[in-house]
């Protein structure tokens, strides 16, 4: 049984700083033979869900323009947990923002983003701005 499990979000100001995290179990973020992509996606209020940052097996991340060098993605394989230090945060970055893992079939750089191509997912954790 496959479980994410989001934590660090929180009630920040503008220009402040958090560090969510993503706890797997039942699925290994450094085997390729689980897990090929894990990513962060946020919900905000009155829109659809989109991709903010993800990683391939190779260590390639892809970004959405949006949170370019303010987001940073990363993960800890020892701990089977992935991370993302949002900084210099912005009202609109207001989201419930839940972390996502593939299946082990690969898939291009340019679909790192893509929800659709996500299998298991997280209950999310709330960031709010203001």
């Known amino acids: 049984h496959v479980q994410l499990v989001e934590s660090g979000g929180g009630s920040v100001q503008t220009g402040g700083s958090l560090r969510l995290s993503c706890a797997a179990s039942g699925v290994t973020y450094a085997s390729t033979h689980d897990v090929n992509c894990i990513g962060w996606f946020r919900q905000r209020p009155g829109k659809e869900r989109e991709g903010v940052a993800a990683?391939?097996?190779?260590?390639?991340?892809n970004y959405a323009d949006s949170v370019k060098g303010r987001f940073t993605i990363s993960e800890d394989n020892a701990k089977n947990t992935l991370y993302l230090q949002i900084n210099s945060l912005k009202p609109e970055d207001t989201a419930m923002y839940y972390c996502a893992a593939t299946g082990s079939t690969w898939m291009p750089w340019s679909l790192l983003l893509a929800s659709y191509k996500y299998t298991y997912w997280g209950q999310g954790t709330q960031v709010t701005v203001s």
């Open positions: 990683i391939d097996s190779d260590g390639s991340t």
